[in-house]
């Protein structure tokens, strides 16, 4: 299984961005989709999840602004992110599969906001 994300990119505070993942087979109907993001010097955070249920959970920093969605058709999940800060700056990463840090990985695609 292989993950594709993309989407990132340099944006003005308050503006959005929209990341799409896509997997090389149809893992996303069997297995949880997760967003997580790591800035430089800390943690890996837990962005978003869908379920294949389609059960959405977010972490509290990004409640109101990220919407995780997802295209069983076409094998991929977006995070439509929206009124972005500063501090939402980091590496994005797709996951599926077993829980982390097991599973399988995107390869990152980097989200830069500036003030």
């Known amino acids: 299984v292989q993950l594709q994300a993309s989407g990132g990119g340099l944006v003005q505070a308050g503006g959005s961005l929209r990341l799409s993942c896509t997997a090389s087979?149809?893992?996303?109907?069997?297995?949880?989709v997760n967003w997580y993001r790591q800035a430089p010097g800390k943690q890996r955070e837990l962005v978003a999840s869908?379920?294949?249920?389609?059960?959405?959970n977010y972490a509290d920093s990004v409640k109101g602004r990220f919407t995780i969605s997802r295209n069983n058709a076409r094998d991929t999940v977006y995070l439509q992110m929206g009124n972005l800060k500063p501090e939402d700056t980091a590496a994005y990463y797709c996951?599926?599969?077993?829980?982390?840090?097991?599973?399988?990985w995107g390869q990152g695609t980097l989200v830069t906001v500036s003030s």
């Open positions: 087979g149809s893992i996303f109907v069997v297995f949880p």
């Open positions: 996951h599926t599969g077993p829980s982390a840090p097991g599973g399988y």
């Open positions: 869908i379920t294949s249920g389609g059960t959405t």
